[in-house]
């Protein structure tokens, strides 16, 4: 049974990257408090360079905070991914010598499923994710948006209660962006999980959250969190809506100021 | 496909045809005619005698192959697996790598004596550095995605290394492999032409002493379309691991 959606919380979260020896470190992050609900879609938007990617891996585990805390289900992180959480990053991580019916199963056959159980969750998966028609294929074969389908079948298999997804669609075209937002939003609604996504794309958060969370210029923090009230039951037509632009349009108000920040301050870095 | 068979044959042909020009050029007293070192190597093919030393050769060439494959990818593996042991190990790597290996001969020779250990050590010294290098760099380039996905999935070191890192890096490794083969082939003749009492390479020495020119181009023939054939086979395996990639 998948469980139902976890819920993060962060608290006075801080990175801060060891610079050169003699160097200054680099304050990525923080201070942060954040706090995602269980079953909710929050998006993160900010500036190039603002700590989002280095926010999503500490919230996954993959790295750990200089201070403050991170829990998941009330558990606190321990330098480690934690059972339940699911990460698909930005990169195209499918592996090249592994078939896509392999790729999918590779993650359940690591933590010793029966092969009737593996068998069941990846043939659902394929077939949710449209992928059905290439199990036999190698990972060369398919489009950039089929190999990124594949890395979430992959996570999607293990059934986690929080996805992370830190620029899934980054490298497609926008009309493939737009159907993997709907397949998002599907998988979200059918799986119940809770799902965190970073993206550059105003208009993609617009459309798929619950909840936008946008970072200033670094280090990163939260200067306003955008709720947008969409209806559960939405799609990529939701652009349409008048509202949409509205939302669009205050968070590009915030985060135009913000980058211009980030470039002046990397201008006068340089 | 077709083409390249085309270009092998041309390629075959155009051999043939500079053998035989020189023949006329210089005498059958330095390079005999292609089809006398042909027929003659065909000759060998039947002998007991080739085939024993062919046995001496292969025998040294497979152990010294094997050792070389084996301990160059876990030494690759071990130094690969670290950043720190990369850098510090990589120069120091290629410097060995450039020294004349004929130059450690005597060496190997004073603790091994004539045998057949002398022929696979020095065999080895040949190969296992381009698969020490060859795996050390595989694993550096590494997709770091690939080395986030296997902490993502909580894999362990072991299980990280085993299906993730090394089939990863297995095609770049197997280049090495190959050009390890290769220069092992080359260790082992060379330790058989220097100092030793039977092998390929001492039917080729025997055989310029004598200045029996017809054996020993039969034998460089012989010795050339063996290692022509290894090399064809690991491009082969080579092209189905990387045909994924």
Known sequence: MREAGGHIEARGLTKVFRGAPGGKGIHALGPLDLDVRSGEFFSIVGPSGCGKSTLLDTLAGLSSPTGGTVACNGVPLAGRVPDGIGVVFQQDASFAWLDVWDNVAFGLRRRGLAASEISRRVEYALSFMGLAAFAKSYPAQLSGGMRQRVCIARTLVLEPSIMLLDEPFAALDQQTRLLMGDELLRIWRDTGATIVLITHALDEATMLSDRIGLMSARPGRFIDIVSTHWPRERDSRIVSDRRFGDITARLWTNLRAESLRAIGSGAAQE | ?245
Not at chain 2, 77 to 98: C, H, K, N, Q, W
Not at chain 2, 107 to 127: D, E, N, P, Y
Not at chain 2, 182 to 191: E, M, N
Not at chain 2, 215 to 228: P, Q
């Open chain 2, 1 to 245: 496909m077709r083409a390249s068979r085309l270009d092998g044959v041309l390629v075959l042909a155009g051999f043939l045809l500079v053998w035989q020009g020189l023949y006329m050029l210089v005498g059958g007293d330095v390079v005999p005619s292609p089809s006398s070192a042909i027929v003659r190597a065909a000759a060998l093919l039947r002998s007991a005698n080739f085939w024993k030393d062919a046995a001496s050769t292969g025998q040294a060439f497979v152990l010294a192959c094997a050792i070389g494959i084996a301990g160059g990818a876990c030494i690759g593996f071990v130094l690969g697996s670290s950043r720190f042991a990369t850098e510090v190990a990589d120069p120091i790597l290629g410097t060995i790598y450039s020294i004349p290996k004929i130059t450690l001969y005597p060496i190997i020779l004073l603790v091994f004596g004539l045998t057949l250990s002398a022929k696979v050590a020095f065999g080895v010294i040949h190969g296992i550095f381009p698969v020490i290098i060859a795996t050390m760099a595989a694993l550096r380039n590494v997709s770091p995605v690939h080395r986030r996905t296997a902490r993502a999935l909580r894999l362990s070191w072991g299980a990280t290394i085993a299906t993730v890192l090394a089939p990863a890096a297995l095609p770049e490794v197997f280049t090495g492999i190959r050009i390890g083969v290769a220069v092992t082939l080359l260790g082992t003749l060379l330790a058989e032409l220097f100092a030793s009492s039977s092998g390929v390479g001492f039917a080729l020495i025997r055989a310029m002493e004598i200045h029996n020119v017809v054996d020993i181009f039969a034998l460089v023939l012989l010795i050339f379309l063996f290692a022509a054939a290894i090399n064809g086979l690991l491009h082969i395996l080579e092209r189905k691991l990387r045909r994924h990639a």
